[in-house]
């Protein structure tokens, strides 16, 4: 539809239609023409949601995880929720499916557990301590609520739980075991000779008969790439900066100033009781304090008696607050102690508390001087970025509509560049980016002639483009790959002279001649190797593999054989005797290596079998 619209544009239908559209976003909103205006449930497993939030935060997470994979060669067009929705979604539910099984086989994930991996978790800790402060930061930035991440942490645990269950439910025989081990243990005794590449004679002269009829031969491996010459224009946001006043400046300090830490922190430790019962709760209690009076350390006492199992093992400690990191209760008995003072007991939703302050520090608060370059960019940003995506907008219409670009630059005052010999794997500048080659090739593009839609290179660059001139592949000159043929015919000839020496040395193998005696007279250097294994590094790996391609000799028989390496030499193998792998012969090393990776194998397949089971037998509706 949104084709014919565009193939029409100019006509008075399609402008009636565009206004239609234009009208229900007015008057219902975005969300429902696109989500049908149901609700925020966008899957049901065995009747439990799944919300647009939770598949909304699996995106994000699949995002990031992309980002660090590609590095410096991150491709904004692989983040596109399109290409990632149906991948995330399908996880979620595989999750859920896994996570209801787990709760109904009552599997269980103490608080004191989660609280002891969130501790460990190096991603939250400042020189080797955990950091509440980092810690906050780093849900908030990838969408999570300590909350929600303590419930994923949960079902990754519970599923963990379940992987190990299946893996060792699993086991191998002694008879698998056995049968394994005749294969992958297996020893074979060969000898071989080395014909050298550089023993041939290569040929100096190649006819132009020879390489004219090449040439025609292979034609369809000289042809040029396909490519386009294209018109396009890129937009971001460093062309939109303006100059700030300094009165501004002066404000935004003034405002940032009032979101910077508190001027004092605090690092903190505390013991955490959870006891329920009146009596059993202040015995505990009785008995940290009465181990404080009699002299052992805060840290020592956390450990023993803590119930707070995340910071029990770092002797309690919480890290810094300036204020804000703990309950209201805590933070007020904080502010009132003295350095090495330990609290009363303080109540709060965790449980009681000991606090003691361990170190109080006063935080430097930044200068005008020293905060003004990132004040300049971040209002410099926050206006740019308004007057960008008005631009862009502005773009994406005026370039849906018009015949070519020229007329865009010169609405918006853009400047038009020119790129030429753009090719699908390669390309400069913007066309460095797959998504823009990808859309420079497209069909609507390429050969319809159009506009491209506007494409995000990244949060603050955009670009259009236009294709100018196609070059379809073509037969490239027989003068400019002259060279690569003779080398290609001299590099074949070179490889039938190996291949004819090799078949000479097989033939007198075959005949009765020692390979040892073969190789003295020609001149060759052989080697002999017994009980070499399948993954053995003294051979290299092309030898043996195609020495363990044989079939086994009969007795005092030979299998005789020939290769020709990447390398550019020729092996001839003889294959003397094979014997086959005994699994208690092995070292006990080995043993545990083959039952581990056995086990693995039967783990993965279990694994997999119980996901299908459980997706068989469940109720899933995707909305």
């Known amino acids: 539809m949104l084709q014919d619209i565009r193939q029409n544009v100019r006509g008075t239908g399609a402008k009636i239609i565009i206004g239609l559209i234009v009208a229900s976003f007015a008057l219902f909103g975005i969300e429902s023409v696109l989500f049908g205006g149901g609700g925020n449930t966008i899957a049901e497993v065995n009747g439990e949601e799944i919300g647009q939030r939770q598949l909304q935060q699996a995106i994000v997470t699949q995002q990031n995880r992309l980002i660090q994979m590609m590095g410096e060669n991150f491709d904004p067009a692989m983040l596109e929720e399109s290409r990632l929705r149906n991948q995330a979604l ?48 780093i849900l908030a930035d990838n969408g999570y609520t300590p909350a929600s991440f303590q419930d994923s942490l949960r079902g990754d645990l519970l599923l963990n739980q379940i992987r190990t269950g299946l893996a060792a439910s699993e086991f191998a025989t002694p008879a698998e075991l056995s049968l394994t081990a005749r294969s992958a243990a297996e020893k074979r005794d060969f000898r071989y000779l080395t014909i050298p590449g550089e023993s041939v004679e290569a040929r100096d ?32 946001l460093d062309e939109f900066r303006q100059p700030v006043e300094e009165a501004a400046l002066r404000d935004a300090y003034e405002v940032a100033r009032g979101d910077l830490p508190a001027p004092t922190e605090n690092r903190v430790s505390h013991i ?19 181990m404080l009076a009699d002299g052992v350390e805060f840290a020592e ?5 803590s119930d707070d199992a995340g910071s029990a093992t770092r002797g309690g400690d919480l890290g810094y607050s300036s204020g804000d990191a703990f309950p209201e209760a805590m933070e007020q008995a904080v502010a009132e102690l003295d350095v090495g003072e330990v609290s009363e007991p303080v109540q709060t939703d965790a449980g009681t508390h000991l606090v003691l302050v361990t170190e109080r520090r006063d935080v430097e608060t930044p200068t005008f001087e020293e905060m003004r370059p990132q004040l300049l960019d971040k209002l410099q940003s926050e206006e740019a970025r308004v ?34 010999g753009v090719t699908r794997s390669r390309g400069e500048g913007p066309f460095a980016n797959d998504a823009v080659r990808e859309a420079a090739f497209s069909s609507e593009v390429l050969e319809q002639g159009y506009n491209s839609e506007v494409i995000e290179l990244a949060p603050d660059r955009f670009v259009v483009l236009r294709v100018r001139q196609h070059h379809p592949p073509r037969p490239r000159p027989l003068d400019e790959v002259r060279e690569t043929i003779v080398a290609a015919i001299q590099e074949e000839a070179a490889r039938e002279q190996l291949a004819a020496e090799a078949e000479r040395m097989l033939a007198r193998l075959r005949d009765g001649a020692a390979i040892d005696e073969l190789a003295e007279a020609s001149g060759y250097e ?56 005994d699994y208690e012969s092995l070292p006990e090393e080995e043993q545990k290596q083959l039952q581990d990776q056995i086990a693995a194998e039967y783990a993965n397949l279990v694994n997999a079998e119980y996901r299908m089971a459980l997706r068989r037998t469940a109720e899933i509706n995707v909305m």
């Open 526 to 581: 052989w080697q002999v190797e017994i009980g070499a294994g399948r993954r053995g590094f003294a051979v290299s790996p092309e030898v043996l593999g195609r020495v363990f391609a044989l079939p086994a000799p009969a007795e005092e028989d030979a299998i005789n054989d020939y290769l020709i390496t990447q390398a550019g030499d020729a092996v001839v193998v003889q294959l003397i005797r094979v014997r086959r792998g």
């Open 272 to 290: 955490l009781f959870v006891e329920e019962q009146g009596s059993a709760l202040q015995q505990q209690i009785d008995e940290a304090r009465a």
């Open 90 to 137: 399908e996880a979620i539910i595989s999750r859920k499916l896994l996570i209801q099984s787990a709760e109904e086989m009552d599997l269980h994930i103490s608080k004191e557990e989660i609280g002891r991996v969130l501790g460990a978790m190096e991603q939250f800790q400042v020189d080797g301590e955990f950091s509440p402060e980092l810690f906050k930061r």
């Open 205 to 236: 002269e190649v006819g132009e008969a020879e390489i004219e009829a090449y040439y025609e031969e292979h034609r369809s491996e000289f042809m040029t790439e396909e490519a386009v010459d294209v018109a396009y224009i890129e937009v971001d």
């Open 301 to 305: 006492v956390a450990r023993r008696l």
């Open 387 to 420: 007057e960008l995506l008005r631009t862009v907008e502005d773009l994406r219409n005026l370039a849906f509509n018009a015949g070519d670009l020229q007329l865009v630059s010169e609405e918006l005052d853009l400047e038009v560049t020119q790129q030429a």
